[in-house]
C-alpha cells in the first residue's frame, strides 16, 4: 500500500491552500484528509506528531507536515509533504506582497482581515477541543494541565522549558505508576 509521492504532495498542497491562519488551523484539515479520507494515520498518531512538532523549531505547518510525509513514504515522502504544505504558502505571499503594498491601508481590506481573524479563532478552538478530548483525559493530565496554565498565567517561563518540564513529569509519572498501570 505504497503512497505514490505525487499523491503525497498533491495532498498536502492541497492541505496548503487552505491553511489560512497558520499551524494551529492545520489539525483539522490532517484529520479530514490524512485520517479521516485516507487512513495514513490515525487519530492518536495525529496528536502525538502534533504536540511532537511544537517542540521543534520552525514553522508548525511544515514541520507536521515533514514529519507526517515520513511517517507515511520515509525521506521522499517527507519531501514531497514539505514541498506540498510550502509551495501555496510561498505563491500566496508573493502574491500579497504584491498587491498588500498598494490595498492595504483601504478600509475594505482592514474589515476583511477583521472577519479572517475571527474565523482563525474558531478554527484554533476547534483544535483545543480535539487536542483536549485526546490528550486531558486522566486525573494526571487535568492536575498537570492546571499546572501548566498557571505557570505560562503567572510567570514569564518560556514556553519551551514547560514543554521540556511536561514531558519530564510525565515519564517520571509514568515510571512512578509501573508497566501495569500505564
Known amino acids: 500500500m505504497n503512497k505514490s ?4 504532495f498533491k495532498v498536502f498542497f492541497i492541505i496548503g491552500i487552505q491553511l489560512l491562519g ?10 479530514k484528509y490524512i485520517v479521516d479520507e485516507r487512513q495514513w494515520m490515525s487519530d492518536e498518531e495525529l496528536v502525538d506528531f502534533y504536540a511532537m512538532n511544537q517542540c521543534i523549531p ?3 505547518a511544515a514541520n507536521i507536515a515533514t514529519s507526517a510525509g515520513y511517517r507515511i513514504r520515509k525521506v521522499r515522502g517527507a519531501i514531497a509533504a514539505a514541498l506540498g504544505i510550502i509551495l501555496p504558502a510561498f505563491f500566496i505571499i508573493l502574491l ?14 482592514q474589515d476583511a482581515f477583521k472577519g479572517i481573524r475571527i474565523s482563525v479563532i474558531v478554527l484554533i478552538i476547534i483544535t483545543v477541543k480535539d ?7 486522566s486525573f494526571f ?4 494541565f492546571f ?4 505557570a505560562l ?14 514531558a519530564l513529569l510525565a515519564l517520571l509519572y509514568s515510571k512512578l505508576r509501573g508497566p501495569d498501570n500505564a
Do not use: H, Q, R
Open 153 to 166: 498565567l503567572l510567570s514569564d517561563i518560556s514556553p519551551s522549558l514547560i514543554i521540556i518540564a511536561s
Open 141 to 144: 493530565s487535568y492536575v498537570l
Open 5 to 8: 509521492l505525487f499523491e503525497i
Open 58 to 60: 520552525g514553522i508548525i
Open 131 to 137: 487536542l483536549w478530548k485526546k490528550s486531558v483525559n
Open 96 to 109: 500579497f506582497a504584491v498587491l498588500m503594498t498598494g490595498i492595504s491601508e483601504y478600509k475594505i481590506v
Open 22 to 31: 497558520g499551524g494551529y488551523v492545520i489539525v483539522p484539515l490532517l484529520k
Open 147 to 150: 499546572v501548566i496554565l498557571t
